[in-house]
C-alpha cells in the first residue's frame, strides 16, 4: 500500500498522519501530535533542529514508514489571492502571471516562489474572465521547512497552504453541500475560505486564535497563563461559569472574529446574489472550544460545525481516541491525501 505523510508545524504542536491508500480504499496508518518547540531565543538554527527532533520522535513513536512528506505553509506567512484575469491561454497566462503578481504580492518576486492554478475559465464563471489561485511563499520560509524535513531524515514531497489542506480533507464531509465556509481557528491566526461548487473562491487569515482569548483572560480576571488556559479548555464561552465573565472577557476577541466571518459571508453574497452559505465548518484547536459551534452559528446565523477529516477513511480500533480530534488534525490529514 503506498502511503505518504502529512506534517503539520503549528505554533502550539505539531502534527503527524500517514494515509495509505489501494484500489480507493483510504486507510490511517500513523498519527502523533507533540508540542512544538518554544522558539529558540539564541538562533533559528536551534528552532530548526528542535522541531526536526521532534519529528524523529513522532516518526519513530508512531511507527510511521513512509518517507515521504507533504507540509503546510502557515496561512498569514503566505501571500494567497484569487484574481481575475481576461481569459488567456497557458502560454499568455504564464507570461500575464508575473505582471499580475506584481500587483498584489507585497515582496520583491525574486524573493518567493510563485506559483498558480486556473480555478475556473471565462466559460464557467459567465463574466468573461477566468479565476485564478495565486500563491507567493517566501523563500527564506520554504527553505526553513525543507531543511526542518530533511533534517528529519524525510523527503519533502510539495508545500502548500493550509487553507488548501484543509478543504482537501473537509471535501469528504460536506456532501452534495454547494457552498460552505471554513473557519480554521489555530493558536496564533484564524484563516477562512469559502468554497463555491469544491472551488475555493474566498481566502483571508486574520491575527486572532486561542492565544488571544488566554491572554484576554489573564487581563480580564487576573488568571496566570496556565489557569486562563485550563479555564478556556474547561469551559469555553459557557456563559453560565464565573458569572458569565469568561465569555465577556474573551468577547472583544471573539468579535473580531465574528466580524472578519460576516464579511467574508457578505464578499459570497454579492458575487452569488441569488445562492445561500450552506453552512459554516469550524476546525483547529480552538474550534473545540466548550460552545464553540453554538456561538459562531447564532453569530453569523447559518448552520455551524465541527470538522471532521476522518470521512471516507478506514480507522483501526487503536485510533477511536482520534475521533474527537478531527479538527486539530484536519491540516495533516489534508497533506497526507494529496496525491
Request: hydrophobic share 45%.
Amino acid at each position: 500500500m503506498q502511503s505518504l505523510l502529512g506534517i503539520d508545524i503549528g505554533s502550539r504542536s505539531i502534527k503527524l498522519i500517514e494515509i495509505g491508500e489501494e484500489k480507493g480504499v483510504r486507510t490511517l496508518m500513523a498519527a502523533g501530535s507533540m508540542p512544538t518547540p518554544p522558539k529558540s531565543t539564541t538562533s533559528v538554527n536551534s528552532d530548526i533542529d528542535a522541531s526536526s527532533y521532534i519529528i524523529k520522535q513522532l516518526v519513530r513513536d508512531t511507527g510511521a514508514k513512509s518517507d515521504q512528506v507533504n507540509i503546510a505553509l502557515p496561512e498569514a506567512q503566505v501571500f494567497t489571492r484569487i484574481i481575475e484575469v481576461p481569459q488567456l491561454s497557458t502560454k499568455e497566462l504564464n507570461s500575464a502571471i508575473q505582471w499580475e503578481a506584481e500587483q498584489y504580492i507585497p515582496l520583491p518576486l525574486d524573493q518567493v516562489n510563485l506559483d498558480f492554478t486556473v480555478l475556473q475559465d471565462a466559460k464557467t464563471t459567465g463574466t468573461g474572465k477566468m479565476q485564478v489561485l495565486l500563491v507567493a511563499a517566501p523563500k527564506a520560509l520554504i527553505e526553513r521547512y525543507m531543511t526542518i524535513i530533511e533534517l528529519s531524515d524525510l523527503t519533502p514531497v510539495a508545500a502548500e497552504t493550509e487553507i488548501i489542506a484543509s478543504a482537501r480533507a473537509i471535501w469528504a464531509s460536506v456532501g452534495n453541500l454547494k457552498n460552505y465556509m471554513i473557519v480554521s481557528m489555530g493558536a496564533q491566526t484564524t484563516d477562512m475560505s469559502i468554497l463555491h461548487n469544491g472551488i475555493l473562491i474566498f481566502t483571508r487569515s486574520i491575527s486572532a486564535g486561542g492565544e488571544a482569548l488566554t491572554r484576554a483572560l489573564t487581563q480580564s480576571l487576573d488568571f496566570n497563563a496556565s489557569q486562563a488556559e485550563e479555564y478556556k479548555k474547561t469551559y469555553g464561552l459557557n456563559k453560565d461559569v464565573l458569572e458569565g465573565k469568561l465569555v465577556i472577557s474573551m468577547e472583544p476577541i471573539m468579535a473580531s472574529m465574528i466580524s472578519e466571518m460576516k464579511r467574508a459571508i457578505a464578499f459570497f453574497g454579492e458575487r452569488y446574489a441569488n445562492e445561500r452559505m450552506d453552512v459554516v465548518i469550524v476546525s483547529g484547536g480552538s474550534s473545540k472550544l466548550p460552545g464553540i459551534v453554538s456561538y459562531v452559528a447564532q453569530a453569523v446565523n447559518i448552520e455551524t460545525q465541527i470538522a471532521n477529516p476522518w470521512i471516507g477513511i478506514t480507522k483501526e480500533a487503536r485510533f477511536a481516541v482520534l475521533d474527537s480530534e478531527g479538527p486539530t488534525f484536519a491540516v495533516a490529514v489534508g497533506l497526507s491525501l494529496r496525491r
